[in-house]
C-alpha cells in the first residue's frame, strides 16, 4: 500500500511536469501584414537587438488581463524600438499569449528587415517602429475583408447594420483606458442575426477611437454594400460586422456584476472593460484552485493507472489490428505512454499536419502499425465521459471511403484521437498542385467522387448514427494508396462537443466557399447543405481550381457562377481542367458537371439526396433535372474565422493559408 502510495505520489509529479510542458498551442489565424520596406534596418544592428528585446518584454506581457501592452527597448533615440500589441477582447488571455507569442516569431520571417511593421491575426494584432506609436491614431493604411455574398433585403439591412455599428462605437470609444471593445447582435430577420465588433488600441483617447471607428464604418456603404459579413482594418482600430457569431459570446456577455435574480437583464454584450475588475480576485482565486483540483485529478489518474495500466496496453492494440467489428470502450483506449512512444513524444518530425483541432502527427505503435495521432488542443468543452461515448460511436462508423477512427487517449488535459494512417496526402495537394495534378486523370477523379459520394451516403443513410459531416472539402479528403478517397474528421463535431445547444457552442464548422447558403446565413445544416459541400468538391475535382480562391477582385467569378455560366452557354466541358486533355468520357464529365449543379443549387429542397447522387452516377438511365441558379455565396474570400477543421494528414499547412482556407464558426442550431 505505501510502496503503491509512493508510486503515485511519484507519478503526480511526472504528470504535473509533462502537463506543464505539454500544454497545446492554439494557432491563431493570419490575416496579412503590413511592412513599410523604406524603412530598413540592417542584420545585427542595435535595431535587431532591440527589436529582440521587445518581443521578448511584450510575449512575456501578453498575458495582460486587458490584452493589450505597450512597450519600448532601447536607450538611443534613433535606434528605440517601440511596440505594442492587442487581441480581440474576446479571447482568453491563453489564446491572446499563443497569438502574440506567434506574432512576434512570424513578424520577422514576413517582415525580415522592416522597421515599421503591422501584423494582424484574428486573435491579435502586433505593432512596432522606430517612433513612437503609442497614443497616436493611425490610419495610415487599411485594408478591407469582406463576405462578397448579399443579404436579401439591402434596404433594411443598411438600417439595422448602422444601427448596431453607430451603438458599438459609441460604447468601445467610452471603454476607458483599459479596454476599447464593444460588441452586440441585433436581429435582422426572424431567421437572420447580424453581429458586430469595434475596437480600438485602449491607448488612444475616446475622440481618436470614436473618430477612427467612425471612419473605418463609414467605409462599409462604399466597399461593402450589402455584403453579407465585413471588416475594415486600421493599425488603430477595427470594425467587423457578420451573420454569425465570429467572436466568444459567452466572454462578451458577462455582466459587470450578477445581476439580482429578478431584475432586468442588462443588454447582452455589456462594454468589456468592467470585465477585467471582476475578472481578477476570480483569477487569483482560479490560479489556487485549478492546480489543486488537477493534483487530486492526477493523483486519481495516476493511481488508476498503475492498477489497470498493464492490461490495457495489449488490449488496445491487439483488438485494433484485428480491427473488430463493434468497438468496446475498453478497446479503443490508448494511454499516452504508448501514443507518446509512437510519436516519438509528439516531435517535430512526425508532425503531418495542423488543423483547428490540434496538431497531427503520424505513429508507430510497437506492433509496427502506422497511425496518425490527432492531439487536440485544449478549446475542446467536452466532460471525459461524453467525449469516450461519443468517440466509441464514431468509431463504429466503418467504411472503406471513411478515414478509420481506431481510438483515444484521454489522460489529465490531453485528449488525443488515433487513425488509420493514411499513405498519400489529401486531395488538395494533388488536384492544386500544377506538377501533381497530371497524377489525377479523369478515372481516378471520377473513382474519388465516386468514393466521396460513397462515403457521405454512409454517413447520411446507412450508418447507425446520422452524421452530417458539416466541413466537407477538398482538404477533408485523403487518398490511400490506389487513391480511394477517404472522408476525414467526420463527427468531429460530437466528438469536440459542438454538437449541443446554442448556450454552449461558439465553435462549429464549415469553410467559407463550402458552406450552404442557408447553413452561412441562418446556421441551419442538414444533409443537404453537405450536398452542397459535396457539389462545390465535384467542380473542384473536375475544373483543377480552387472555390475559395475566385475571390474579391470585383469582376472575378467564383467557380460556382463560372461553372454556371458555361452551361448556359452550352460549353461544360471549357470547365474542365486542362491537364485533362483526352483522357475522358465527354458523357461522363458532363454528367458530373451536371450532377455537381444540381447540388449547389439555392434551394436545400432542390438539391438531391446523396442517395439520388449515387444513382445518378452510377446509372445513366436515370434522368437528371435541370439545375436551376446555384446560390452564388461561395464567392467570398477572405473571412476569416476561428478554428478550422483542416486537414489533417495533407501537408502541413502553412499559416499564411490560413485566409483562403479559413472555416466559418456557426451556431449550432437545434
Ligand atoms: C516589402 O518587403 C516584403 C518582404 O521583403 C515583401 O514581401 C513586400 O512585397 C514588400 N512590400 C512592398 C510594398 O514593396
Ligand atoms: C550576425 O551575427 C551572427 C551571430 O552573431 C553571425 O552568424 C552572422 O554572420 C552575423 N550577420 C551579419 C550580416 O553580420
Ligand atoms: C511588461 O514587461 C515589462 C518587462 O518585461 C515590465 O516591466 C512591465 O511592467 C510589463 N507591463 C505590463 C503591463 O505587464
Ligand atoms: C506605453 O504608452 C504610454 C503612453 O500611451 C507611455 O506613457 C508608456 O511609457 C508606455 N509604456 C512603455 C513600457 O513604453
Ligand atoms: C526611422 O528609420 C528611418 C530609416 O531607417 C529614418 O529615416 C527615420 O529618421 C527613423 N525615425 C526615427 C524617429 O528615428
Ligand atoms: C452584390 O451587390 C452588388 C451591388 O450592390 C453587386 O455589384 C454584386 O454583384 C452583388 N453580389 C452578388 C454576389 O450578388
Ligand atoms: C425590405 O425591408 C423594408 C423595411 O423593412 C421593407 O419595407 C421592404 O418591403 C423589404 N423589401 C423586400 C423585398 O422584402
Ligand atoms: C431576437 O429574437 C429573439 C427571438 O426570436 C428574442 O428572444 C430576442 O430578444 C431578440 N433580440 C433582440 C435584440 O431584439
Ligand atoms: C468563451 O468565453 C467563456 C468565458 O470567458 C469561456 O469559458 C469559454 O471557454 C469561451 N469559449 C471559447 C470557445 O473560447
Not at 460588441?183 to 485602449?202: D, E, I, K, M, V
Amino acid at each position: 500500500m505505501i510502496k503503491s502510495f509512493k508510486i503515485s505520489v511519484v507519478l503526480l509529479f511526472l504528470s504535473i511536469l509533462c502537463l506543464l510542458s505539454l500544454r497545446t498551442k492554439s494557432t491563431p489565424t493570419y490575416l496579412f501584414v503590413q511592412c513599410l520596406n523604406t524603412t530598413t534596418y540592417t542584420p545585427n544592428s542595435t535595431y535587431q537587438t532591440n527589436l529582440n528585446t521587445l518581443f521578448s518584454s511584450l510575449s512575456s506581457n501578453s498575458t495582460s488581463i486587458n490584452g493589450f501592452s505597450n512597450s519600448t527597448a532601447g536607450l538611443n533615440p534613433p535606434e528605440i524600438a517601440y511596440g505594442l500589441f492587442l487581441c480581440r477582447g474576446d479571447v482568453s488571455t491563453d489564446v491572446c499569449q499563443d497569438c502574440v507569442t506567434t506574432a512576434t516569431k512570424e513578424v520577422v520571417q514576413r517582415c525580415p528587415k522592416s522597421k515599421v511593421v503591422t501584423i494582424w491575426y484574428d486573435e491579435c494584432m502586433l505593432r512596432y517602429s522606430n517612433r513612437s506609436i503609442f497614443s497616436i491614431p493611425d490610419q495610415s493604411y487599411r485594408e478591407v475583408l469582406r463576405n462578397t455574398q448579399n443579404v436579401t433585403n439591402i434596404t433594411s439591412f443598411r438600417g439595422v447594420l448602422g444601427g448596431v455599428m453607430d451603438a458599438i462605437a459609441t460604447r468601445a470609444s467610452n471603454g476607458g483606458s483599459a479596454k476599447k471593445f464593444a460588441t452586440s447582435q441585433a436581429n435582422f430577420s426572424s431567421l437572420q442575426t447580424l453581429y458586430g465588433l469595434a475596437q480600438c488600441t485602449p491607448d488612444l483617447n475616446g475622440m481618436d477611437c470614436n473618430k477612427c471607428l467612425r471612419d473605418g464604418i463609414s467605409n462599409f456603404p462604399s466597399c461593402c454594400d450589402g455584403n453579407l459579413g465585413a471588416r475594415v482594418v486600421f493599425p488603430s482600430c477595427n470594425v467587423r460586422y457578420e451573420f454569425y457569431p465570429f467572436y466568444n459570446i459567452t466572454a462578451t456577455a458577462l455582466p459587470p456584476s450578477p445581476p439580482p435574480p429578478s431584475a432586468v437583464l442588462p443588454p447582452p454584450s455589456g462594454p468589456s472593460t468592467s470585465r477585467g475588475k471582476g475578472g481578477i480576485s476570480t483569477q487569483g482565486l482560479i490560479a489556487i484552485l485549478v492546480p489543486i483540483g488537477v493534483s487530486v485529478l492526477l493523483f486519481i489518474v495516476g493511481f488508476c493507472f498503475i492498477t489497470r495500466k498493464s492490461k490495457k496496453k495489449y488490449d488496445a492494440i491487439e483488438e485494433d489490428t484485428i480491427g473488430s467489428d463493434i468497438p468496446t470502450d475498453e478497446s479503443l483506449q490508448y494511454n499516452l505512454g504508448t501514443v507518446q512512444a509512437a510519436t516519438n513524444n509528439f516531435s517535430a518530425e512526425n508532425k503531418i499536419g495542423e488543423g483547428g483541432f490540434g496538431l497531427v502527427y503520424k505513429g508507430t505503435l510497437s506492433n509496427g502499425q502506422v497511425v496518425a495521432v490527432k492531439r487536440l488542443s485544449r478549446t475542446s468543452g467536452q466532460g471525459a465521459e461524453e467525449f469516450k461515448n461519443e468517440v466509441v460511436l464514431v468509431a463504429k462508423l466503418q467504411h472503406r471511403n471513411l478515414v478509420r477512427l481506431l481510438g483515444y487517449c484521454l489522460e489529465g488535459e490531453e485528449k488525443i484521437l488515433i487513425y488509420e494512417f493514411v499513405p498519400n496526402k489529401s486531395l488538395d495537394y494533388f488536384l492544386f498542385d500544377p506538377q501533381e495534378q497530371e497524377k489525377l486523370d479523369w478515372l481516378k477523379r471520377y473513382k474519388i467522387i465516386e468514393g466521396i459520394a460513397r462515403g457521405m451516403l454512409y454517413l447520411h443513410e446507412d450508418s447507425r448514427l446520422r452524421i452530417i459531416h458539416r466541413d466537407l472539402k477538398v482538404s477533408n479528403v485523403l487518398l490511400d494508396g490506389d487513391m480511394n478517397a477517404k472522408i476525414s474528421d467526420f463527427g468531429m463535431a460530437r466528438i469536440f462537443g459542438v454538437d449541443q445547444t446554442q448556450g454552449n457552442t461558439s465553435r462549429v464548422v464549415g469553410t467559407y466557399g463550402y458552406m450552404s447558403p442557408e447553413y452561412a446565413m441562418h446556421g441551419q445544416f442538414s444533409v443537404k447543405s453537405d450536398v452542397f459541400s459535396f457539389g462545390v468538391l465535384v467542380l473542384e475535382i473536375i475544373s483543377g481550381k480552387k472555390n475559395n480562391t475566385f475571390y474579391e477582385s470585383g469582376s472575378a467569378e467564383d467557380l460556382l457562377s463560372y461553372a454556371w455560366k458555361l452551361w448556359t452557354k452550352e460549353r461544360p466541358l471549357d470547365l474542365m481542367d486542362s491537364t485533362l486533355e483526352g483522357s475522358y468520357s465527354k458523357s461522363e464529365v458532363i454528367r458530373c458537371i451536371h450532377i455537381g449543379l444540381l447540388c449547389v443549387q439555392e434551394d436545400p429542397e432542390d438539391r438531391p439526396s446523396m442517395t439520388t447522387v449515387i444513382l445518378m452516377l452510377s446509372s445513366y438511365s436515370v434522368t437528371l433535372s435541370v439545375p436551376q441558379q446555384p446560390a452564388f455565396f461561395a464567392r467570398s474570400k477572405t473571412e476569416s474565422m476561428p478554428k478550422s477543421f483542416d486537414s489533417d494528414q495533407s501537408a502541413s499547412k502553412s499559416i499564411s493559408w490560413s485566409v483562403n482556407e479559413a472555416s466559418i464558426t456557426e451556431l449550432d442550431p437545434r
